[in-house]
């Protein structure tokens, strides 16, 4: 049996016409299908452990549980889970609570079919997705912050990738909570710490935590 092609999307929204028009907007793509939709965020909740979706669509301002908290709770129990949020909201509290619930994007109900399939798509190969809005808000508050200082001489073989994500291991972080950090794929973490391990010649996480404190990273 061949990999599977199409990607499967649970949307989540209690706009019947949106869902009209998302289902519209799939029906011509070709390689996306629907595999569950849900009006409420405990059906979301629900449905995302027993659809098999590769992408969740969730509104923000959706009934019974709110986008924010179905999302918590979805990537809580699958933190591989690809959650974007599609809303029409673009404030800061509502982008950043998003992302601290483990969102993998933020896209607006604005953009046209063609960004949305795009997002869906990026979304399913792991990617972080955002609308250029939002995108532009992002860059603008991580330029104000001061990146986390480490000695230029430590660990010399490691990205500049690896090096963040080791500091991240140095102040104990988990996977999941590194990979809602940085906006990438619990997956994607796991590999760099596999090449962080081997170039550090470490025999595990605790040792590479060890060494990374010892030289300073933390």
Avoid: W
């Amino acid at each position: 049996m061949g990999e599977r092609t199409t990607i499967r999307i649970l949307i989540c929204d209690d706009h019947p016409m949106f869902l009209e028009g998302i289902r519209g907007v799939v029906a011509a793509a070709g390689d996306i299908e629907v595999v569950g939709e849900a009006t409420t965020g405990d059906v979301a909740v629900e449905l995302a452990s027993t659809a098999a979706a590769d992408v969740v669509l969730m509104d923000l301002q959706i009934p019974v549980l709110n986008g924010i908290e179905a999302t918590r709770r979805i990537f809580a129990a699958d933190p591989d889970a690809a959650v974007v949020m599609l809303t029409m909201f673009d404030d800061d509290a509502s982008v950043f609570a998003a992302m601290r619930a483990g969102a993998r994007g933020y896209v607006l109900k604005g953009v046209g079919p063609e960004e949305l399939l795009a997002a869906i798509r990026a979304a399913a190969r792991g990617e972080a997705i955002f609308s250029p809005q939002i995108a532009r808000r992002l860059m603008n508050y991580f330029s104000t912050l001061h990146p986390a200082s480490a000695p230029a001489h430590a660990f010399p073989d490691l990205t500049a990738r690896e090096r963040e994500i080791l500091i991240h291991i140095a102040r104990g972080r988990r996977n999941a909570e590194i990979a809602r950090d940085l906006f990438i794929s619990p997956k994607t973490v796991t590999n760099h710490i596999t090449n962080i391990l081997a170039k550090l010649q470490a025999a595990d996480r605790k040792e590479a935590m060890i060494r990374a404190r010892d030289a300073g990273l933390a």
